[in-house]
C-alpha cells in the first residue's frame, strides 16, 4: 500500500532506484523467437474461416441482423509453432480461436493434422479434445470451487484414459504438479488457496496432463502481474520445448506475443490485416493498423 518511487516515465524507466521497480521493468518480455526450424508438417490449416453471430430475428425466424465477428481468416499453423494472435478488444480474436477448438459454429474449413473437423464423428471429436486443450484468461473463473486441485489437474485423465487405476492417476498429477512448480501438498487443496499466478500453473497443468498436440492460450497472462507473466512465459516456453507443443496464443499484450510467438497475425474488425514471422510483424509491420499497436505498446 506504499508509493515506493515516482518520478518522470523516462527517469523511472531508464534509472529506477527501487529494487522492486527494477523488477517490475526487467519482468517486461523481451527479444524474439525465430521461425521453427526445419519444415515440420501443418498441425492446423485454416481455410475461409468466417464466424457470424444472429443478432435480431423476424417473426418466422430469419436473421434479420448478422453480425460478422470473424471475416475469413487463412492461417497455417505448423507442428511445434506458437502463432501469436493479436488485434484490439472486439477484433474476433478470440471468437477465431474458439472455432478453431469448435466451441463456435463456423463456416469455411478447418482441418486438424488433415482431418476436416466437421466430418468427423461425436467419438472422433470426443477424442480429438484430448489432442487439443485450451488455457483461459480468467485463472479465478475457469477452475471450479468445489473440486480439489487433484480433482482438476486429472479430470481429463478420469474421462480421456478411464482404465488408468486411482494410484496411476495420482501419480500422473502429482508429476504434472512439479512440472509447473506447485507441491504435492496442492493435490488436496482448492483453488481459493491460491494466488491468481498459481491458478493459472493449475490450470496448464489441467491442459498439459493429457499430453495435447495443440493448446489455445486464450489470453493466459491478461489477468497476472506483469512479474507473475513472465515466470508463466518461460513455463510455457519450457513445456513447448519439452513436448514439442503446438500453440496458438491470444493476447493484447504485443510484449508478451513477441516473446513467445514464431509466427504472428493481426486481426481488425474479424479480418486479418498482416501476417508474418514475429520478428518481421515487429521490426517492420507493413501496415498504418500494425503500426499503431507497436507504437502504443511499446513506446514508452
Do not use: W
Not at 486441485?149 to 504438479?177: A, K, N, T, Y
Amino acid at each position: 500500500g506504499e508509493i515506493v518511487e515516482r518520478g518522470k516515465i523516462e527517469k523511472v524507466f531508464s534509472e529506477p532506484k527501487h529494487e522492486y521497480t527494477v523488477e517490475l521493468i526487467n519482468s517486461i518480455p523481451t527479444g524474439t523467437r525465430g521461425p521453427v526450424q526445419g519444415n515440420p508438417e501443418v498441425l492446423v490449416d485454416a481455410k475461409d474461416v468466417k464466424v457470424e453471430f444472429v443478432l435480431e430475428k423476424s417473426f418466422f425466424g430469419k436473421p434479420t441482423k448478422v453480425f460478422k465477428a470473424v471475416k475469413g481468416i487463412d492461417v497455417k499453423v505448423r507442428r511445434g509453432e506458437t502463432l501469436g494472435i493479436v488485434g484490439e478488444s472486439g477484433s474476433g480474436k478470440s471468437t477465431f480461436g474458439k472455432a478453431v477448438m469448435q466451441m463456435l459454429p463456423y463456416e469455411g474449413g478447418i482441418t486438424f493434422e488433415g482431418r476436416d473437423l466437421k466430418g468427423l464423428s461425436k467419438e472422433e471429436t470426443r477424442r480429438l479434445q484430448a489432442e487439443r486443450q485450451i488455457v483461459f484468461q480468467d485463472p479465478y473463473g475457469s477452475l471450479s470451487p468445489r473440486l480439489t486441485i487433484g480433482e482438476i489437474v486429472g479430470e481429463g485423465l478420469s474421462i480421456h484414459q478411464p482404465q488408468m487405476s486411482g494410484r496411476e492417476r495420482i501419480e500422473r498429477v502429482l508429476d504434472v504438479l512439479e512440472e509447473v512448480s506447485l507441491p504435492h501438498t496442492a493435490l488436496n487443496r482448492y483453488p481459493h488457496e491460491f494466488s491468481g499466478g498459481q491458478r493459472q500453473r493449475i490450470a496448464i497443468a489441467r491442459a498439459v496432463i493429457l499430453r495435447p498436440k495443440f493448446i489455445l492460450l486464450d489470453e493466459p497472462t491478461s489477468a497476472l502481474d506483469r512479474s507473475v507473466q513472465v515466470k508463466v512465459v518461460e513455463l510455457l516456453c519450457n513445456l513447448q520445448d519439452k513436448y514439442g507443443l503446438t500453440y496458438m496464443f491470444i493476447s493484447h499484450d504485443l510484449s508478451v506475443v513477441r516473446a513467445v510467438a514464431n509466427n504472428v497475425i493481426v486481426m481488425q474488425q474479424g479480418r486479418m490485416v498482416e501476417y508474418g514471422t514475429s520478428e518481421q510483424i515487429f521490426r517492420e509491420p507493413q501496415t498504418e493498423y500494425t503500426k499503431r499497436l507497436i507504437d502504443a505498446a511499446f513506446d514508452l
